[in-house]
Nanobody
Framework: QVQLVESGGGLVQAGGSLRLSCAAS????????MGWFRQAPGKEREFVSA????????YYADSVKGRFTISRDNAKNTVYLQMNSLKPEDTAVYYC???????????????????WGQGTQVTVSS
């Protein structure tokens, strides 16, 4: 059974840091691009960051560029999102997802990702 399980969310003050993890199982995720998205209450799900199968290509939304870093450890079938200098507007449920159709090129469109985790809540207080 394919599973993506996010962890590492929580409550943090503005300016703080969190590291999210996405542990994959049930299939060899190391061959595919993966992404992080987030959804705040009353808003659409939005792209945060994505990474190619090897980790050689990464892409970030303008709103997180310079503050967030995506990485992956294919030996552990895990993708990470290091979030620094957090702002209240980063508050959302964060989801990881896998794109079975891409390896090197990454997509920013949620609809092009095939499988999603259940999400982890990140709350940044001012």
């Amino acid at each position: 059974q394919v599973q993506l399980v996010e962890s590492g969310g929580g409550l943090v003050q503005a300016g703080g840091s969190l590291r999210l993890s996405c542990a994959a199982s049930g299939r060899t995720f190391s061959n595919y691009a993966m992404g992080w998205f987030r959804q705040a209450p009353g808003k659409e799900r939005e792209f945060v960051s994505a990474i190619s199968w090897s980790g050689g290509n990464t892409y970030y939304a303008d709103s997180v560029k310079g503050r967030f870093t995506i990485s992956r450890d294919n030996a552990k079938n895990t993708v990470y999102l290091q979030m620094n200098s957090l702002k209240p507007e980063d508050t959302a449920v964060y989801y990881c997802a896998v794109d079975w159709n891409r390896r090197t090129i990454v997509s920013v469109r949620p609809g092009e990702y095939d499988y999603w985790g259940q999400g982890t809540q990140v709350t940044v207080s001012s």
